[in-house]
């Protein structure tokens, strides 16, 4: 969910360092062999599964542990998860998606509405909110990948619809078809990314006071720390101010 600094003021969430590392491999690797499941084996042939791998390598997984979940989706005992988004609203009336793989809806469905509950907002239906999200294609790379404008041009170039660039790194958004050869055109120039992946993005943001925002960010830990969840996208907005208080927090 959260991103670099030019994305703070849409997602958030608390620091990856705060996550148990077990538990970010176990989501990465259930993601692996459901896209493993759904189509071929090979990364090359199956454009989910190599989305997979790139994010799980963003996150520095082993590769051991890759071709592990890759070759449990063609054993006999391999879960079968099924794909559910949930839509709702946090404090302050924020949009927030919840993008979940579950061998058990009835399990996940009850943990999403609880965390909505208990954190001052409430589940509501399928598309209630996902019209204020475009899904989208983000690629990012380090800072010292190339200069702000070289990888402007490149992302032009390589038919990307945005390119924003800080001292944190590189982000470049295209559209969700176009997410595999926008990748492979910047790959071909500027080599691997750190992170490719589809996201929602939100068309319109919504401002909330500090208290929302803790509430927001108290939502979204319960969010990470639920093994069913996957992801985790909201449209909230804060000031400056705001952000640095939450991020020393």
């Not at 499941?37 to 799980?56: E, S």
């Not at 909201?234 to 020393?248: A, G, H, P, W, Y």
Request: net charge negative; hydrophobic share 35%.
């Amino acid at each position: 969910m959260a991103g670099h600094s030019q994305f703070k003021n849409i997602m958030y969430r608390k620091g990856k360092q705060d996550k148990v590392r077990s538990k970010v491999f176990s989501k990465l690797g259930r993601e692996i062999t459901t896209a493993a499941k759904m189509g071929l084996p090979d990364p090359a042939m199956n454009p989910r599964l190599r989305l997979a791998i790139l994010a799980a390598k963003a996150e520095s997984m082993p590769k051991d542990n890759i071709e592990r979940a890759i070759k449990k989706a063609s054993g006999g005992d391999a879960e079968n998860y099924d794909e559910v988004r949930y839509e709702g609203y946090g404090p302050g009336g924020v949009a927030v998606i919840v993008e979940a793989l579950t061998d058990n809806r009835n399990r996940t469905g009850a943990n999403v509405r609880a965390a909505f509950t208990k954190h001052g907002g409430n589940l509501g239906t399928t598309g209630s909110v996902s019209h204020m999200f475009n899904k989208v294609g983000e690629i990012t790379y380090p800072a010292d990948a190339a200069t702000p404008d070289a990888m402007l041009e490149a992302g032009i170039d390589a038919g990307a619809d945005d390119v924003a660039s800080d001292e944190n790194g590189h982000v470049v958004i295209c559209a969700f078809e176009s997410l595999g050869p926008v990748g492979a055109a910047l790959e071909a120039k500027f080599g691997e990314a750190s992170g490719t992946r589809s996201i929602w993005k939100p068309n319109l943001t919504t401002p909330v006071n500090e208290d929302h925002a803790t509430s927001l960010m108290k939502l979204t830990a319960t969010f990470d720390d639920d093994e069913d969840v996957q992801n985790v996208y909201s449209n909230f907005e804060v000031s400056d101010e705001i952000m640095r208080k939450l991020t020393m927090a």
